[in-house]
């Protein structure tokens, strides 16, 4: 007697199931088309870099070592350099912040959501010329690879639980050029467009746990200023200010370089 396959009709867990996973292959196929469209923008990388080489932001002073003498000549070139965004930027940008905030708490499926989440919420949220706002990056003097990021905002915010401004937030340096001086650069090149909006004092967040950030931001002179918990972690978060000086420090220049200043 021939077997007869029963069919079981599909549990709303499954069909459930199904969607979800049909949604994932989409999200997937969705993020590639976004990566191809900025690759295909950015594919000539060296003209990409000689444009940055010409928009540099910040020159670096030479590198030190722990008893003040320098390691670099003044002929050797910097492994990085420091400039404002550009808009092609912001997929190597998604990659570090979500590499460096979300990639030990999430899988490969949400990692991608995060990652698409970031480069979009980077993209809608540009600095437009006319706004106190800035993205700063650090980028690779060979090839103008992006290495690092970080983002000062001087627009007032009507939530109730926005920090107050100017505000340093989405600091993170690509894993493998770690412990290289990058995070504090960007920090002062985030100070330093805050001083050239008129400001006097700026504000970020940071996660108490986190004592590597924590102890970088009080060695660059930031103090906490107030103590709250973040309602979906129940992390502790701290929120540091630092005064900035906006005065000339004359003993850093010469005579004739004062001279010209005060002209």
Not at 9 to 33: G, H, M
Not at 60 to 77: F, K, W
Request: glycine residues 4%; charged residues 25%.
């Amino acid at each position: 007697m021939p077997h007869k396959c029963k069919f079981k009709s599909p549990t709303a867990s499954n069909i459930f199931l199904f969607i979800v996973q049909l949604f994932c292959i989409s999200a997937l196929l969705c993020l590639q088309s976004v990566e191809g469209f900025i690759n295909f923008k950015t594919k000539n990388t060296s003209r990409r870099h000689e444009y940055c080489a010409l928009n540099t932001y910040r020159q670096l002073p030479p590198r030190m070592d722990s008893l003040g003498a320098t390691i670099n000549s003044q002929d050797e070139e910097p492994i990085y350099f420091i400039r404002k965004a550009l808009f092609v930027d912001m997929s190597p940008a998604a990659d570090i912040l979500t590499a460096g905030f979300f990639s030990e708490k999430t899988n490969f499926v949400t990692y991608q959501f995060e990652k698409l989440k970031t480069y979009l919420s980077l993209e809608s949220s540009f600095p437009k010329p006319s706004e106190t706002h800035e993205m700063i990056v650090a980028c690779r003097n060979t090839d103008g690879k992006v290495l690092a990021l970080a983002e000062v905002d001087g627009r007032p915010s009507n939530k109730p639980d926005a920090a107050p401004r100017p505000y340093m937030c989405n600091l993170a340096v690509d894993q493998v050029f770690r412990k290289m001086g990058i995070a504090s650069e960007l920090i002062m090149a985030c100070e330093e467009e805050a001083i050239a909006w008129g400001e006097t004092e700026i504000f970020l967040r940071v996660r108490e746990k986190n004592t590597a950030a924590t102890n970088m931001y009080t060695k660059l002179g930031y103090n906490v200023e107030a103590i709250s918990v973040d309602e979906e972690s129940k992390d502790t978060l701290l929120l540091m200010k630092k005064i900035l000086a906006t005065e000339i420090d004359e003993t850093s220049f010469s005579t004739e370089d004062m001279e010209m200043v005060k002209k």
